[in-house]
């Protein structure tokens, strides 16, 4: 069976984001490099079809970061869910260049393994870490996330392959989930068939063991907010969640729907995928006990592991500005 | 002198007086109440819209304080618009572009017509390519001879030194980390992955034939309301490929030819302290939206006396056919049922809610590839 392959999140920083960092730096950081929280939201995976050759055009697995991510109020726009994260901005290149970024990751994924073991929580699942250093003179932002993700050991396989949510779901139920998630988005969720009719019942994953109890495993489908839209990969999210599904329910395999239906026209057909999952042979020993290890340094525009910068003068510098001005 | 010019329109913004009046037939202005109404009905139909508060210190009493403005995020733009000159030629390839989401309205008949169907982008648009802008003329000067010559005199460099305002990615060596994770993680997708079977791309690595590279960009897309002119302004904020911010030059690339130079600038944005923002310029949107509301409403007032004539919506034929939808349906469905004309009262023409249905529509001439008109691009 093939080994699922998860998009990895791509970060988005909105320019309003660097104007905040800008304010917050002179204002409140000053020269403290201490680590702050902030939040970032990302919505499900969208594809475009390209009206010239009619292709489907997959846009990428965001997770995007704008000008109220420092605000206190945790709120996320509209059809997006939130995922917190850690923020450390460095006063100097050479600092940031030095940081242990080794200890940083493994202490943000400590965060997250002790959330799903201590807290059997999954509103930490998506946990980013962002380290920055601001040149404000030069409007130049280097930066660098990191989503962490464990490694399944061994990896979970796809059964078959994924398929269309339809193929597997009535049009009426995906409708009754994609109504329940246009309300309020939820960004892991479980589904199960009320009893003796066509509709579907949500439940968050925290009540995985009363939700679950008296249902079939056959019709125990575990959902999230699927931010890739690439038809072979589900998103980044995934992963985490798998991982809290092997430490606290361990089960053969696991019916997955991922839930890419924002923003469906009346009529048209469903995107989202469905698949069934499972973890190949040697499952079992020491499973919820020891962290696994874990992945998600994101890659720079070259496609290497290192740092990307945002150079926003033209965007920022007065004179640039006024040199384009009308 | 630029930031003079901006602390003068910031002072005329503030001076000039709120537009109470409804006059959006007579001029194509609208008042801030029908701003709020349209705003609500564009985010009721398509969900992409949605309002901001903005910036609490940059608030507009004359708007409610959670609808300051509109913001659509992640827009589509598949090719740049300097490959798309449109020609006569091109006339031929236009096509009717039929709504599914608005065919409740009972027949086919909801159409509008999509030009530059079916196109190649021409072998302008290259990656390097940013339309290298020599001189930007007096506003003034807007004859469409000026429009002509300036076309004539804009040269597209090539090769990426010209630009100059590439960040230089070099600037930060060894940086690489090779020992940060032990090895290639399997069930890591890779960005290059073959394409799939089942004919979605990913937006990495689209790439067509005869050298026709897709270079998809996304624009946050805003929607303000300009007190001054007292219409609508649209603002974007664009990334590249690989989620940078574009530079100024590389927006105008998605600008049509005749506005790139003129009506479409960076200017600071309104519900934002420093926020600085590409922005097409208000002040012949009034115009442009009367008269495409006049030849609209003549439409719509036929139909609705047709209508109220026969008792019943006939299907009817010819022209009228495309504007149909959009004011049949004078409100949005789940509110009332679909208001039939009933009487001579609700022989009215156009609602000012489909203002800016119709004002996206306008945008969407002036950024072409930019898939701002959601109403056809979902």
């Not at chain 1, 080794?102 to 400590?110: E, G, I, N």
């Not at chain 1, 020491?286 to 945002?310: C, I, M, Y």
């Not at chain 2, 608030?59 to 509109?70: E, F, N």
């Not at chain 2, 030059?249 to 420093?274: C, G, L, M, N």
Request: with cysteine.
């Amino acid at each position: 069976m093939p080994i699922v392959q998860f998009t990895p999140f791509s970060s988005l920083v909105q320019p309003a984001f660097w104007h905040a960092l800008t304010d917050l730096k002179i204002d409140v950081l000053r020269l403290s490099d201490e680590a702050i929280p902030v939040h970032g939201s990302y919505s499900a995976g969208r594809s475009v079809k390209d009206r010239e050759s009619g292709a489907e055009i997959a846009l990428g697995c965001n997770l995007s970061v704008g000008g109220e991510s420092f605000s206190k109020e945790d709120k996320a726009p509209a059809h997006s869910v939130s995922a917190t994260g850690v923020f450390k901005n460095y006063n100097t290149i050479e600092e940031f260049k030095a940081a242990d970024k080794t200890a940083l990751f493994a202490q943000v994924s400590d965060e997250i393994w002790k959330s799903i073991t201590v807290d059997r929580s999954t509103a930490q699942l998506s946990r980013f870490l962002l380290i920055t250093f601001a040149d404000l003179k030069k409007y130049k932002y280097y930066y660098w996330f990191a989503f962490p993700a464990f490694a399944a050991k061994p990896a979970w396989e796809i059964q078959g392959d994924w398929k269309g949510a339809s193929d597997e779901f009535s049009d009426t139920f995906l409708s009754a989930i994609e109504s329940a998630q246009l309300a309020s988005p939820r960004a892991f969720f479980l589904v199960r068939p009320k009893a003796g009719s066509d509709e579907p019942e949500l439940a968050p994953v925290e009540e995985y063991d009363t939700f679950f109890a008296n249902v079939n495993p056959v019709e125990r489908t575990i959902a999230f907010l699927d931010p890739s839209a690439a038809p072979g990969n589900p998103g980044w999210p995934l992963r985490n969640l798998l991982t809290y599904l092997a430490a606290l329910h361990p089960a053969t395999s696991h019916r997955v729907l991922c839930w890419r239906d924002a923003e469906r026209p009346a009529g048209a057909p469903f995107k989202s995928r469905f698949g069934v999952v499972s973890q190949g042979a040697g499952t079992g020993e020491a499973a919820s006990t020891e962290k696994p290890a874990a992945v998600g340094w994101e890659k720079n525009v070259q496609g290497k592991l290192g740092p990307r910068v945002a150079d926003l003068a033209p965007m920022m510098d007065p004179t640039r500005l006024a040199d384009q001005a009308v | 002198m630029h930031a003079i010019q901006q602390q003068y329109w910031a002072v005329r913004d503030y001076l000039s007086p709120v537009l109470k009046e409804s006059k959006f037939k007579e001029h194509g202005r609208i008042t801030p109440e029908e701003f709020v109404a349209a705003g609500d009905f564009l985010a009721y139909k398509f969900p992409v819209w949605s309002w901001e508060k903005g910036d609490a210190s940059k608030a507009r009493d004359y708007l409610p304080a959670d609808k300051q403005y509109l913001v659509t995020r992640g827009v589509p733009c598949l090719r740049r618009a300097t490959a798309l000159a449109y020609t006569d030629a091109d006339e031929d390839a236009e096509r009717l572009l039929s709504f599914g989401d608005l065919s409740a309205t009972g027949n086919e008949a909801d159409e509008w017509v999509e030009t530059h169907a079916g196109r190649a982008a021409s072998t302008l648009d290259s990656a390097a390519n940013a339309g290298n802008i020599d001189e930007i003329p007096d506003v003034d000067e807007s004859s469409a001879d000026d429009v002509a010559d300036q076309v004539g005199r804009m040269h597209i460099q090539g090769g990426v030194g010209s630009l100059g305002e590439i960040p230089d990615m070099d600037e930060i060596p060894d940086m690489e980390e090779e020992g940060l994770e032990a090895g290639d993680d399997e069930a890591t997708a890779a960005p290059k992955a073959a394409a799939p079977s089942s004919g979605v791309i990913e937006a990495s690595e689209v790439e067509v034939a005869k050298g026709n590279l897709l270079q998809v960009r996304t624009y946050d897309v805003m929607i303000t309301y300009d007190k001054y002119y007292q219409t609508p302004r649209i603002w974007l904020i664009g990334y590249d490929e690989n989620r940078t911010p574009l530079m100024p030059a590389q927006i105008f690339q998605d600008v049509s030819a005749d506005h790139a130079f003129k009506t479409v600038t960076i200017e600071a944005f309104p519900h934002s302290t420093s926020l600085q923002a590409a922005s097409v310029h208000p002040c012949k949107h009034a115009s442009v939206m009367k008269k495409v509301i006049e030849r609209m409403n003549q439409g719509v007032l036929e139909e609705q006396r047709k209508a109220f004539g026969a008792g019943a919506v006939s299907p009817s034929t010819g022209k009228d056919k495309q504007k149909k939808w959009l004011f049949r349906r004078t409100s949005g469905p789940g509110k009332d049922a679909p208001a039939l004309p009933a009487g001579e009262d609700d022989v009215e023409g156009m609602r000012v809610d489909f203002y800016l249905v119709v004002f996206l529509k306008f945008i969407a001439s002036i950024v072409p590839t930019i898939e701002v008109d959601s109403t056809t691009a979902f």
